[in-house]
């Protein structure tokens, strides 16, 4: 398609080159006109009377109106779209410390599709993975970028009207960082800082330096999450019991004046907050307002609240209003779900989705971001998420929003099928789980992992016909496979996976029940079973890498090998074990001798399968690790 695309070209003409090639689009002054305006309202993307027209007030408003242009006029030549922006902020968080760390190449890819999308802004998730020049073990051998990597991004972002906001971590989750010699000195417990310690915040100083060099926003996500423990550990030892509210107020105060020395506005996650907001809490005054004394005592940050588990509107409302008590319009922070184990949980993403964005809209929420989350391993591949990144960004542009024009843009902007996409949530939600998963099962996980000869989790899939239910799955994830040739390698990923399970989820339970019969010829029949899925594991452990060294660092893939490796190696020591019953030199197989329990814990049964997604709690009732 050639297009001449004229009018005031400043703000967008280098971002414009960049999508031009990524449309496929030559630009030409022999091309189709199409007259750019910027000025204030909605986006427009018009052509009449063989002229084109696109109106934007900000460049990313451009490039989302660019790719309705050309995906309109594909259909018709005649067309005028209209959209107004929802809010002000609109954009993606990507984690960036669970073993994936995804390479610059990989983050320009993301920014692309999110500016034909119309997110504007994307935080990379960096606990200890960016370089800290004073710290040469923070993040060492975790793929951490450079200073010059991060600005690569941050300036390709800026072309395309995306604002790149560094998100790291000043108080919690930093056991990775924490875990060298050097941190000895200022940490509390293994993944909480010590507060009040003057070397912590010269090590904060540190980083908060680091980020200023490399990005340009004078906006930064500070963290400070999840702090259960905090001054339960070291501090407990120097200064003896202090409420974890004054505590944390006290740090984010010495946090901030840090943040501020170098021109920053920081956010923060909200929900070390939440004690506040209950009716009957202890930091309400007589007239049932939160405290004066403890509304004093919180720095002026941003709140992102968080929440990506409830499928009730009123949920999200109730929430923000209570943030809203602390005199302050909080930030949304969704969830993709792309930390459910192997396989996205895209049920629970779009329920959750749906949810959030119509109370964001209702209480006036002008902020929202979609996390992409990597719990326990990133073994989900992120590219996974698009689906929900284009549901976030029609909410973004739209009041309300069908499935098929969620489906009808994800085509032009992802060239996939939306629909073929959600075939893949069937890898967990299999028989026995509620409908969109909302309990987040793992079926693929645990039936992947678990150990054929202990059966950890047997008895929760027992009667579940899992291998069945996997063997239908095969074509119906093939023929998406063929239905979307630009995500081939992803379907082909996960039609393994299945073909893997289709056998391997109820082996253990036949192996058992072969066993206790005493079935000797079953038992030894079943030694075939066991080099096939040897080798079928193997080869998805292939597939599973050539996407991850397209997407990711190198830094990470050991600990998936591992597992894979634990797998393959393992039904070794099953073979092992059975032939050295069969040849009669033992009398018996005690890992099959023991009776079979339903697993109950550490994490919730639910849907009789299993709420946790940690893999050694997955592999062995042993300690995993000392």
């Not at 310690?197 to 926003?217: G, H, M, V």
């Not at 239905?483 to 996960?494: Q, S, V």
């Not at 599973?544 to 797998?567: L, M, N, Q, S, T």
């Amino acid at each position: 398609m050639k297009l001449y695309i004229k009018g005031d070209l400043s703000s967008v003409e280098v971002g414009l080159r960049i999508i031009s090639e990524h449309l496929n689009i030559e630009l030409s002054t022999d091309g189709h006109p199409i007259l750019i305006k910027n000025e204030k309202g909605p986006l427009k993307a018009a052509n009449q009377n063989g002229q084109g027209e696109i109106t934007f007030e900000k460049p990313i408003h451009f490039f989302r109106a660019l790719g309705l242009w050309v995906e309109n006029y594909q259909k018709n030549m005649e067309f005028a779209v209209s959209e107004v922006p929802q809010f002000s902020m609109s954009g993606v968080m990507l984690d960036a410390s669970r073993n994936a760390v995804p390479t610059v190449a990989d983050i320009e890819k993301l920014l692309r599709r999110m500016a034909v999308m119309g997110l504007d802004s994307l935080m990379l998730y960096t606990e200890d993975t960016y370089e800290v020049k004073e710290h040469p073990y923070f993040g060492y051998m975790r793929g951490r970028y450079t200073a010059e990597e991060l600005r690569a991004c941050d300036e390709y972002a800026s072309t395309l009207g995306i604002e790149m906001i560094p998100c790291i971590q000043t108080l919690g989750h930093l056991r990775e960082a924490l875990k060298w010699n050097y941190a000895a000195g200022f940490k509390d417990t293994d993944d909480i800082l010590l507060v009040d310690e003057p070397k912590t915040y010269e090590f904060l100083e540190n980083c908060i330096r680091a980020a200023s060099e490399a990005f340009q926003t004078k906006r930064i996500h500070i963290g400070m999450d999840e702090t259960f423990q905090l001054g339960l550990g070291k501090y407990l030892e120097k200064h003896g019991y202090e409420n974890h509210i004054e505590i944390m107020n006290r740090h984010l105060q010495k946090v901030v004046a840090i943040t501020e020395k170098y021109g920053y506005k920081p956010m923060i996650w909200s929900d070390m907050y939440f004690p506040l907001f209950s009716q009957d809490s202890k930091y309400r005054d007589e007239n049932g307002g939160i405290r004066e004394d403890i509304l004093a005592g919180i720095p002026d940050v941003e709140l992102v609240y968080w929440n990506y588990y409830r499928k009730e509107q009123e949920v999200y409302e109730k929430d923000f209003q209570h943030h809203k008590e602390l005199g302050r319009m909080p930030i949304f922070a969704g969830g993709a779900w792309t930390w459910n184990g192997m396989v996205p949980n895209y049920g629970k993403a779009v329920a959750t989705t749906e949810a959030a964005m119509a109370a964001c809209k209702k209480e006036g929420i002008n902020e929202v971001f979609v996390t992409l989350w990597g719990d326990n391993g990133a073994e989900t591949p992120f590219s996974t998420a698009d689906p929900i990144l284009q549901l976030f960004a029609e909410h973004t542009y739209h009041g309300k929003v069908s499935s098929e024009q969620v489906a009808e843009r994800f085509e032009f902007c992802c060239e996939g099928h939306f629909d073929d996409f959600m075939i893949l949530k069937h890898l967990d939600e299999t028989p026995g789980v509620m409908e969109d998963n909302m309990n987040t099962s793992m079926t693929s996980k645990v039936t992947l992992y678990q150990d054929i000869l202990l059966g950890l989790y047997d008895e929760n899939i027992r009667g579940l016909e899992l291998g069945e239910h996997y063997r239908k799955l095969v074509p119906e994830i093939e023929k998406a496979k063929l239905h979307n040739p630009k995500w081939e390698n992803l379907f082909g990923f996960y039609e393994q996976l299945a073909r893997v399970l289709s056998v391997k989820a109820e082996a253990g339970l036949q192996l058992k029940e072969a066993y206790d019969q005493k079935d000797v010829e079953q038992i030894r029949a079943f030694m075939g079973k066991l080099d096939w899925i040897q080798t079928n594991v193997d080869e998805l452990r292939k597939k599973h890498r050539d996407i991850w060294f397209a997407a990711y660092k190198p830094f990470g893939w050991e600990v998936i090998d591992i597992r894979y490796g634990g797998v393959i190696t393992r039904i070794d020591s099953v073979k092992y074990r059975i032939n050295e019953w069969l040849e009669g030199r033992i009398a018996s197989i005690e890992e099959l001798e023991e009776k079979r329990l339903h697993h109950d814990g550490p994490w919730e049964i639910v849907d009789g399968l299993i709420g946790g997604n940690i893999y050694h709690r997955i592999v062995t009732a042993g300690n995993f690790s000392l």
